[in-house]
């Protein structure tokens, strides 16, 4: 069983930036495809952005891409979302999620998720 905590969310205004971090315990984490998603109020879970086994890949959303950043340390068992020029629209709970084998995109298919972390975004 893996768990996964997420941390380093906040309050900060447009603009500015953040870096999430997710801790994993359990499991074999050089062989999780790791992901990032956010639910905002009232919508569904949607997905921002995952980092292949071994860092063999990264993936993003259309709407993060070229502002935010994914990426792992597998001696630390630790992923990261460093979060730049960040906007009222990346307001959200931000989940981690993990699962073995090749990197996904949608929620249903990931085994493993944290509590979440609450990021705002004020104008």
């Known amino acids: 069983q893996v768990q996964l905590v997420e941390s380093g969310g906040g309050l900060v205004q447009a603009g500015d930036s953040l870096r999430l971090s997710c801790a994993a315990s359990?499991?074999?984490?050089?062989?999780?495809?790791m992901g990032w998603f956010r639910q905002a109020p009232g919508k569904e879970r949607e997905f921002v952005a995952a980092?292949?086994?071994?860092?063999?890949?990264?993936y993003y959303a259309e709407s993060v891409k070229g502002r935010f950043t994914i990426s792992r340390d597998n001696p630390k068992k630790t992923m990261y979302l460093q979060m730049n020029s960040l906007k009222p629209e990346d307001t959200a709970v931000y989940y981690c999620?993990?699962?073995?084998?090749?990197?996904?995109?949608?929620?249903?298919?990931?085994?493993?998720w944290g509590q979440g972390t609450q990021v705002t975004v004020s104008s």
């Open positions: 980092i292949g086994r071994w860092s063999g890949g990264t």
């Open positions: 359990g499991g074999t984490f050089n062989l999780l495809t």
């Open positions: 999620a993990a699962v073995q084998g090749p990197p996904k995109s949608h929620p249903n298919e990931y085994k493993f």
